[in-house]
């Protein structure tokens, strides 16, 4: 277990040594910058000396100089470099704005800065105040787990983390003398979020020391009473388990086993969760002290049990043999009970070193077999923490893992986000989700009444992307209303399929004449900006498949009909375009059985034929049309049915059955590009035309002609550009975003 050390050479004056407790430092590890390690003491120093500090401050736990100094020892413990040791020497002093990390990068190093930012990111969830309130958001375990997940996501660099649980060591034993509510909080912090997190790193003793002090201050009755029942302190026990291991390494000697072999008495938290979760009185459990062997093979453990039973007397109902019959997860290990020396239950644990190798890093490692319910986890979650593990086991052998780091983590991607409310509260998101997907995850009336945003105290833009720990505050008014324009995925304000279907019904339930006028306002303004000239809207209606034009209308005003698909039909039905256009779906295998090659659509006949002997059918949820991006779920009965990517019922397959998910590619010949051109008229102000060209060139459109006309007096320009694209739905897009540009007037489709 970490301990504080207590042998901090001083001087006369009282003061701390830095050169001596710096060169005890040295003895112990294998340090390359000690002068760094030095000046960050000695800044911490002066710093301290200079700034009254509070310790019944809910942040401030102490003096930042021997906070600094014993989060370094306890990373001593854990063998980490030197970049690790300044960083968590300096650590508070940033937190406490003492220090910037302007002045950590310019007096000290980028990656020192680096690593004191990634532990402040950390911090994020410290704004997480009621845990165990139930609300909207899952209630008490749920929010746990999303804080969990959430601090494992950010940290990019597993010294962050190692950081983070030292300074949190340090912190729940600098509030011992404060008071209870201080305690209190520090305490459910380190027992909600950084216990479990060592227990998944692999880290046992911070984990125990950990949970043994947050169970003293949190449930200080049962803690006593268990302290109580043990048999002497917790030293005279580890003395005990001393002594049954030097007797054990002599008898295994002696019978030429070459074995290791380790003991531990339980910690107290463990013998409460054990007789609380198996609802047994402390004389039932056997575990309390316990010794681990570990031999070179299979052979060795049975030997090795044998002597043990040849010691001590076995107890009954407690051997298993995870050898001859692992656990469902590939565990291996034999598991029993004995009565030791001074008539004492313990357990004893026996295997291999490769055992012991899968146990700790492997598929059955510690924290994924005795872990909660794995149903619901998060891939990318489980990646992440097995990437933390492996680059712990990693530095153990060589040392340095800053560039393993880099490496790795590019490897693991998450495949969600998680945001904070004001209160606190975790809120897990989509990848690239926005405020508006934030504010109909809260509640659809938050989401329904959405007028503006903040993040991290700022006003941002309803289509911004939120990034993991922001602080996400949703702005209301009762008359505000969703836009259909939300409903435009170009304009990228949704990314969940969950919120584009409570946009959708909430115009749904609009009366039809309102849907109707508003659908028709927006065909209009689409032939406007297009520039088309003679449209019939009686063909176009008919080509839609509708009887009468409100009905159309009142569709695309409801969201229920994309205005996408007008467009498609006003391509390839009004636009002299073929009537027939042959384009090919290139399918991967839909299963073991089946080969998908390639499908046909028939846009005239309104079917879709395939060449295969696979059915294939566009989905009636999405309507899927010529170039969007889609995927196929193979069905057992009706082959293969083509969503949107974005489809919501495509997210539900891929998240509940994605083995039947394929791969689509619309095929045939190469895509014809065709000369547009536009007019963009705009306020007139500096930057205006890079903005532009980066959004062709992001939507990788060929700009070939551009000319600018200003109007000083008015303080305008019009830009006259000709571009290059495949057709009505490319143009569309373009159009969406530039027109997102600030001080926009109008662009749309120019007609010379």
């Known amino acids: ?129 009621q845990l165990s309130d ?32 030292a300074e949190r060591t340090w912190a729940i034993r600098a509030v011992k003398n404060s008071a209870e509510v201080l305690k209190q909080k520090v305490a459910r912090e380190v027992s909600e979020i950084y216990a479990p997190l060592a227990h998944r790193l692999g880290i046992g003793y911070i984990k125990w020391e950990l949970e043994d002090i947050a169970f003293r201050y949190l449930s200080p009755d049962r803690y006593k009473a268990i302290a109580k029942l043990l048999d002497g302190r917790r030293l005279d026990r580890e003395d005990y388990i001393a002594k049954v291991v030097n007797l054990l390494e002599s008898k295994l000697r002696a019978d ?48 090795a049990l044998g002597l043990v ?17 692992p656990k469902a997860n590939g565990y291996r290990s034999l598991h029993t009970a004995v009565i030791g020396p001074e008539g004492k239950a313990m357990e004893v644990q026996i295997r291999s070193h490769a055992m012991h190798q899968e146990s700790e890093f492997g598929v059955c490692s510690h924290w994924q077999y005795k872990g909660a319910d794995r149903q619901g986890r998060s891939h990318s979650y489980e990646e992440k923490i ?82 993991i720990g922001d602080q996400v505050e949703i702005l209301t008014a009762e008359h505000a209303t969703p ?78 009909l994309p205005i996408a698909q007008v467009i498609h039909k006003l391509q390839y039905q009004l636009m002299g375009h073929e009537t027939r256009e042959q384009l090919a779906l290139q399918l991967a295998d839909a299963d073991k059985d089946k080969h998908v090659a390639a499908v046909t659509i028939d846009w005239q006949g309104g079917t879709l034929q395939s060449d295969s002997d696979v059915i294939t059918r566009l989905a009636e949820c999405c309507k899927p049309l010529p170039g969007d991006d889609c995927l196929g779920y193979v069905q057992q009965r009706y082959g293969v049915a083509i969503h949107r990517r974005d489809c919501e019922q495509m997210i539900r397959f891929k998240e509940e059955d994605p083995e039947r998910i394929v791969q689509v590619d619309w095929a045939g010949s190469p895509e014809q590009r065709h000369g547009v051109d536009l007019v963009v008229r705009a306020l007139d102000r500096h930057g205006l035309m890079h903005e532009i ?25 019009e830009l006259y550009m000709t571009i290059e694209v495949s057709g009505l739905v490319m143009l569309s897009r373009v159009l969406d975003k530039v027109g997102q540009l600030p001080n926009l007037v109008e662009v749309k489709r120019y007609r010379k």
């Not at 911490?44 to 200079?50: G, W």
């Not at 007096?107 to 532990?119: D, H």
């Not at 909207?136 to 660099?157: P, S, T």
């Not at 990228?492 to 508003?518: I, M, P």
Request: charged letters at 25%; a negative charge.
């Open 256 to 303: 030429d086993v070459a074995a290791v072999v380790t003991g531990r008495a339980k910690h107290i938290y463990s013998i409460a969760r054990k007789m609380e979760h198996k609802h047994i009185d402390f004389e039932q459990v056997y575990d309390a002290s316990a010794v681990r062997i570990l031999v070179p093979d299979v052979k060795d453990c049975y030997t």
């Open 309 to 325: 039973h040849s010691l001590w007397r076995h107890i009954s109902h407690e051997f298993d043999d995870y050898i001859a019959t």
């Open 134 to 165: 139930k609300s909207v958001f899952g209630g008490q375990h749920l929010q746990v787990e999303n804080v969990r997940k959430m601090l494992v996501a950010i940290v990019d660099d597993v010294r962050v983390a190692l950081i983070k649980l």
């Open 1 to 129: 277990m970490v301990q504080v050390r207590k042998r901090q050479p001083v001087i006369v004056e009282g003061q701390l040594n830095i050169a001596g407790w710096v060169a005890h430092l040295e003895a112990t590890l294998e340090l390359d910058n000690i002068d760094a390690i030095k000046k960050a003491c000695q800044l911490t120093q002066q710093l301290s000396l200079a700034c009254e500090v509070s310790a019944e401050s809910d942040r401030v736990l102490g003096n930042c100089f021997y906070g600094g100094l014993e989060i370094a020892e306890v990373l001593a413990e854990l063998k980490l470099d030197s970049d690790s040791l300044v960083a968590g020497i300096l650590y508070r002093s940033v937190r406490e704005e003492l220090l910037t990390l302007s002045q950590v990068r310019l007096e000290f190093s980028v990656t020192v800065a680096k690593l004191i930012e990634g532990v402040l990111q950390m911090d994020a969830i410290s704004a997480v105040q």
């Open 693 to 717: 060209t980066g959004v062709l060139s992001k939507e990788s459109v060929n700009l070939t002609e551009m000319s600018v006309k200003a109007d000083p007096s008015q303080g305008l320009v």
């Open 483 to 560: 836009r259909r324009e939300w409903l435009n995925p170009a304009l990228g304000y949704t990314r969940a399929g969950r919120t584009r279907s409570k946009v959708q019904h909430w115009f749904k339930l609009q009366d039809k004449e309102v849907n109707a006028d508003a659908g028709l306002v927006m065909v209009e303004h689409e032939i406007n900006r297009f520039a088309l000239l003679d449209v019939d809207f009686n063909q176009l209606v008919a080509a839609m498949g509708y009887d009468h034009r409100d009905d159309m209308c009142a569709d695309i005003g409801a969201g229920e």
């Open 386 to 467: 097995d990437w933390l593990r492996q680059v712990l086991q990693w530095h153990e052998e060589v040392g340095d893992i800053s560039h393993l780091a880099d490496e790795l983590q590019r490897d693991v991607e998450a495949d969600r986000i998680y945001v904070f409310t004001p209160k606190g509260h975790v809120v897990d998101l989509v990848n690239g989700a926005t405020p508006v997907d934030f504010a109909y995850r809260v509640h659809t009336e938050v989401g329904n009444h959405c007028r503006g945003a903040r993040v991290n105290n700022a006003i941002v833009c309803l289509n911004h992307v939120l990034k």
